[in-house]
């Protein structure tokens, strides 16, 4: 696509309840990040994953945290059992390569899922 | 990875120039300084990356000093529409985790 899609834009839940959350990059791009962001607050890196590679989950708060990237283009961020201080925006980036290249490792942005835990 | 410092905050008026100045002491030899904008309920964009000196766009200018411990994003002009957070990244070509820092909140006024 022309742009970092991501769905649903606003979501709210019920604390417990699963929740999933979309990114589709651009097309071709080889890297796609997720992010989270809190009101009022900086970007905090949840996760990576680049190719075929295992992806980076380092940033992921706790095991009820998981994503998932099918045939390397669409991703899925799911977090389980959801609790109030999850609310924030999840935001999607993709780039096209980290590759020794200058442009690399641009990353281009989604609009974000607005997730609110009542 | 290199650790990012920027001013929290900056003010400024319609049709000044802005500099905004990030501080990055631990750069590697292979890092990129990358800078992003975001505005409200929108993800970041990106504006501009360098490697040293100079490099200027349609958008804003990055100045590089010689010993890259830190650059200066320079915005000429601005105007109510470039009150956003702008963010400072060093980024490592070839490496993965990008790793953004709380950036600086630039309000512009009449």
């Known amino acids: 696509g022309a742009g970092v899609s991501q769905s649903p834009s606003n979501k709210v839940t019920e604390k417990g309840k699963d929740v999933e959350l979309r990114c589709d990059p651009i097309s071709g791009h080889t890297a796609l990040y997720w992010y989270r962001q809190s009101l009022g607050q900086g970007l905090e890196f949840l996760i990576y994953?680049?190719?075929?590679?295992?992806?980076?989950k380092s940033g992921l708060p706790s095991d009820r945290f998981s994503a998932e990237r099918t045939g390397g283009s669409v991703s899925t961020l799911t977090i389980q059992r959801t609790q109030q201080e999850d609310s924030a925006v999840y935001l999607c980036?993709?780039?096209?390569?980290?590759?020794?290249?200058?442009?690399?490792?641009?990353?281009?942005f989604g609009a974000g899922s607005r997730l609110t835990v009542l | 990875l290199a650790k990012t410092t920027q001013p929290i905050s900056m003010d400024s008026y319609e049709g000044q120039e802005v500099n905004i100045t990030c501080s990055h002491n631990n750069i590697a030899t292979n890092d990129y300084i990358t800078w992003y904008q975001q505005f409200p309920s929108q993800g970041p964009r990106f504006i501009i990356q360098g490697y040293k000196t100079k490099v200027t766009n349609e958008v804003a200018s990055l100045f590089i000093p010689a010993d890259r411990k830190s650059s200066t994003l320079s915005l000429p002009r601005v105007s109510l529409s470039d009150t956003a957070v702008y963010y400072c990244?060093?980024?490592?070509?070839?490496?993965?985790?990008?790793?953004f820092g709380t950036g600086t909140q630039l309000k512009v006024e009449l």
């Open positions: 990244l060093v980024v490592a070509l070839g490496g993965n985790k990008l790793t």
């Open positions: 980036a993709s780039s096209s390569s980290t590759g020794l290249v200058a442009g690399a490792n641009v990353l281009t």
């Open positions: 994953f680049q190719g075929n590679s295992a992806p980076d």
